[in-house]
């Protein structure tokens, strides 16, 4: 896989993850469970891959491993307890990480709300996890809320939820995500003119359309 380019992961940075989601409908969308544990977040980066089971010390020795610009995907199968909180997000942070997504639990979500890493994970509980596995990133395919994840591939998330893809994927993505947040814009500019949203849309004649029976897709006029 050829990583994205700096100029590409500054653009796929400033889209929306359901913009990247319309331009791409293949995308993989982890469990929506797994959601945005601090809020108004934008997360893209490639994966570093953590089994961690119930133990936050494979989460720790990959925060301090993993390049600046990685996503640590966790990965806590059947697990009860946190595997990371204030502590391995404010050491993702200070080392220049992507962000941190849990299949699984985190806690201290005050402080994680001060850092302001985006942090993911299905929620959160006061009950740490032990200490004991050395064995740090596995950097082998895991399983994020039934999807898999490889190393390297690109992991996006933001309030609305998370998304995976390769970075050929988001590649040929940015482009008619870009088109989608111009025309939606523009969309919103005119509602706020006072001009209705079927008007902006091709809404009269893809329901006359589908009521025929004929292909049809919805589409903006803008």
């Given at each position: 896989?050829?990583?994205l380019s700096a100029e590409e992961l500054g653009r796929a940075r400033a889209l929306a993850t359901s913009s990247l989601c319309d331009a791409d409908k293949t995308l993989a969308l982890p469990d929506p469970a797994i959601r945005a544990m601090v809020p108004d977040v934008r997360m893209v980066?490639?994966?570093?891959?953590?089994v961690a089971p119930d133990d936050h010390l494979p989460v720790l020795l990959a925060?301090?491993?993993?390049?600046?610009?990685?996503?640590?995907?966790?990965?806590?199968?059947?697990?009860?307890?946190?595997?990371?909180?204030?502590?391995?997000?404010a050491e993702a942070q200070r080392r220049g990480l992507a962000g941190v997504v849990i299949d699984g639990w985190c806690r201290d979500r005050a402080g994680l709300r001060r850092l302001g890493l985006p942090?993911?994970?299905?929620?959160?509980t006061p009950a740490s996890g032990s200490a004991r596995d050395a064995r740090g990133p596995d950097e082998a395919p895991v399983a994020l809320g039934g999807v898999?994840?490889?190393?390297?591939?690109?992991?996006?998330?933001?309030?609305d939820?998370?998304?995976?893809?390769?970075?050929?994927?988001?590649?040929?993505?940015l482009a008619g995500a870009e088109e989608v947040e111009r025309a939606e814009?523009?969309?919103?500019?005119?509602?706020?003119?006072?001009?209705?949203?079927?008007?902006?849309?091709?809404?009269?004649?893809?329901?006359?359309?589908?009521?025929?029976?004929?292909?049809?897709?919805?589409?903006?006029?803008?």
């Open positions: 896989m050829e990583p980066g490639p994966a570093v891959t953590v925060a301090a491993q993993a390049a600046p610009g990685s996503v640590l995907v966790v990965v806590n199968p059947r697990g009860a307890r946190a595997v990371a909180g204030e502590l391995v997000a942090v993911f994970a299905r929620g959160s898999p994840v490889r190393p390297g591939d690109l992991v996006l998330g933001d309030d939820g998370l998304a995976v893809a390769t970075p050929d994927q988001v590649r040929a993505a814009a523009a969309v919103l500019a005119g509602m706020r003119e006072g001009r209705g949203l079927a008007d902006s849309t091709n809404l009269a004649d893809h329901r006359a359309a589908r009521a025929d029976g004929r292909d049809s897709s919805l589409a903006f006029l803008v």
